[in-house]
């Protein structure tokens, strides 16, 4: 079974300590973040990730691109991120497909069930990223732990020598 998350953005961002404080000093910035992040969680679980913003905060976008392989959609100017959500949730949800859709929109939260979508509140969501940023951090200093520093264990001295010998010294 595939799992598709879909994320409302701005929904996000507003309830990420780091993302909200980032969006009052550069809405863009924050918005670059929550994708990095996205990513990052996308990699990790193997969720395809979906986000979705409203256009209220970009006037005229009306746009999907893709970026660090996600897809990311800016709505048309009448309609809302929840809109659009919905909408994604119709079209993905199959026996083969479980969409789980990001927001701590109540009123959302209950027309994805309807749906056939699973919900993930802004908080849950939070804790899951912050786990996998731990486990992502471990592995890494694990990989890191695991590396010689040299193929053959040298004596200082002998390292000295061999470096100098590198950069043309005598």
């Known amino acids: 079974m ?5 994320v409302d953005g701005y929904n996000i961002i507003g309830a990420w300590p780091e993302l909200t404080e980032l ?3 550069n809405l863009a910035a924050a918005r670059d973040r929550l994708v990095e992040m996205m990513a990052e969680y996308q990699g990790y679980t193997g969720y ?3 986000i979705v913003f409203d256009a209220q905060f970009v006037q005229g976008i009306a746009k999907k691109h893709r ?5 990311i959609f800016f709505t048309k100017e009448n309609e809302t991120a929840d809109e659009r ?3 994604l949730a119709i079209e993905l949800n199959d026996i083969k497909t479980q969409v789980i859709v990001a927001t701590s929109d109540f009123t959302e939260q209950r027309v994805i069930f309807a749906q056939g979508a699973l919900r993930k509140s802004a908080r849950e969501l939070l804790i899951e990223m912050n786990q996998i940023e731990k486990k992502i951090a471990k592995r890494v200093n694990k990989i890191k732990g695991e590396q010689p520093v040299s193929k053959i264990p040298l004596s200082e001295e002998v390292a000295e020598i061999f470096e100098k010998w590198r950069r043309g010294d005598k």
């Open 2 to 6: 595939k799992n598709v998350l879909l």
């Open 67 to 71: 970026s660090y392989n996600l897809d």
């Open 23 to 25: 969006k009052y000093h």
């Open 85 to 87: 959500i919905e909408k």
């Open 48 to 50: 395809r990730v979906i």
